[in-house]
């Protein structure tokens, strides 16, 4: 048996290991493209802040996006139009606020600030990221719960995750 065999059996097995590997990869690649946008070389990236994304994407969301996915689908199975405008309003009336309060908060404790400085943080970045976050995450759900079939939809929306946590990172490192 193959090596590309193995993992196929492994991410059969192990269903979540396919949420595990893409966001254990797509979230500290897209703070390094962040930086480097920024005008940060290898001698200058913050790896600390590189490292915080790999915790949080790998111990937080992953699981967090594996198990919204699977609920959701097993609540809402059909295909059609109206259960996919469903799902998206879940998403964006109740998921993506969460996440987005837990992205900049999490990261903020990450840094080891205090819970003071994580709600100040989530005040002033909440609203104009999730005001963002509501011309791009329909679309994108759109086409994820239309097209792509279950076992893939958590890598999908890590891959249309890459663009939107560069953003993230951007939002991040503003000041007030």
Do not use: H
């Given at each position: 048996?193959?090596?590309?065999?193995?993992?196929?059996?492994?991410?059969?097995?192990?269903?979540?290991?396919?949420?595990?590997?893409?966001?254990?990869?797509?979230?500290?690649?897209?703070?390094?493209?962040?930086?480097?946008?920024?005008?940060?070389?290898?001698?200058?990236?913050?790896l600390q802040k590189v490292f915080r994304?790999?915790?949080?994407?790998?111990?937080?969301l992953s699981p967090v996006v594996y198990?919204?996915?699977?609920?959701?689908?097993?609540?809402?199975?059909?295909?059609?139009?109206?259960?996919?405008?469903?799902?998206?309003?879940?998403?964006?009336?109740?998921?993506?606020?969460?996440?987005?309060?837990?992205?900049?908060?999490?990261?903020?404790?990450?840094?080891?600030?205090?819970?003071?400085?994580?709600?100040?943080?989530?005040?002033?970045?909440?609203?104009?990221?999730?005001?963002?976050?509501?011309?791009?995450?329909?679309?994108?759900?759109?086409?994820?719960?239309?097209?792509?079939?279950?076992?893939?939809?958590?890598?999908?929306?890590?891959?249309?995750?890459?663009?939107?946590?560069?953003?993230?990172?951007?939002?991040?490192?503003?000041k007030g």
């Amino acid at each position: 048996m193959g090596v590309f065999s193995k993992i196929r059996k492994l991410f059969n097995i192990y269903p979540i290991s396919r949420s595990v590997v893409s966001y254990t990869l797509i979230f500290p690649t897209s703070c390094l493209i962040q930086q480097t946008l920024a005008g940060k070389r290898w001698e200058t990236y913050d790896l600390q802040k590189v490292f915080r994304f790999w915790i949080y994407g790998t111990f937080f969301l992953s699981p967090v996006v594996y198990g919204y996915v699977r609920t959701l689908s097993k609540w809402f199975p059909e295909l059609d139009l109206k259960t996919n405008m469903i799902r998206i309003a879940i998403d964006q009336l109740i998921y993506a606020p969460i996440m987005t309060a837990a992205f900049f908060g999490g990261m903020a404790l990450l840094e080891g600030r205090d819970l003071k400085y994580a709600e100040e943080e989530i005040r002033k970045k909440f609203l104009p990221t999730f005001k963002t976050g509501l011309c791009y995450w329909p679309i994108v759900q759109t086409v994820n719960f239309s097209y792509i079939p279950e076992k893939n939809r958590v890598p999908f929306l890590s891959l249309c995750g890459m663009a939107w946590t560069v953003f993230l990172s951007f939002v991040l490192d503003r000041k007030g």
